[in-house]
Every structure is written in C-alpha cells, then in structure tokens.
C-alpha cells in the first residue's frame, strides 16, 4: 500500500475513534442523566413515605411516586388557577417574563 493509502486510513481510523468517543460521552452523560432521576425519584419515594408513615406501608414505591405526582399536579394547577385570579388573567412566570 502507497503512503497516500496509509493516510487516508489513518484518518478514517482517527475519525472513527472521535465519532466512538463522543457517541461515548453522549452514553455516559445519558446514564448519568438516568441515574441522577432514578436518585430523585428515590428520595422523593423515601420523603413521602416518611410523610405519610404507617399509612404507607401498604403502598407500593410505584403507588407512592404515583400519588406524588399526582399531588404534585393537583398544587400547581391551583397556584396557577390563583395567580391567573390574582393578577389579571396571567401567571407570576408570564408577569416576570414580560418585563
């Protein structure tokens, strides 16, 4: 093989080997990303049932987030129900962002 064969080689290698490290970094960061919401998702499980004691012991970790969730939903549809009746059809975030 030529030198100039060689070369095109090497870069295609070299080219290869950055395209494989950053689909790389790309993964790891994924993971990282995934990990960090299963800890969240942990804690909050944990916080509630500390929360909420005996009565949860018959729920499940699956049953507990869910009621989170769901409670979490139900607060912010009412704060933005408030604020939209306290300041003239808008939320707080809307007021602050036009400005």
Known sequence: MNESGKQQINKSNSS???SFQSQGTDTYEKLNEMFS????????????????GESANNLSDEQVFSL???????VDSWL?????????GKTLNELLNTR
């Open 80 to 88: 933005e129900e408030y604020e939209k009746n306290t300041f003239d």
């Open 68 to 74: 989170v969730n769901e409670l979490q939903f139900l």
């Open 16 to 18: 290869s080997i950055s």
């Open 37 to 52: 919401v299963q800890d969240q998702q942990r804690k909050t499980i944990l916080e509630a049932r500390d929360i909420l």
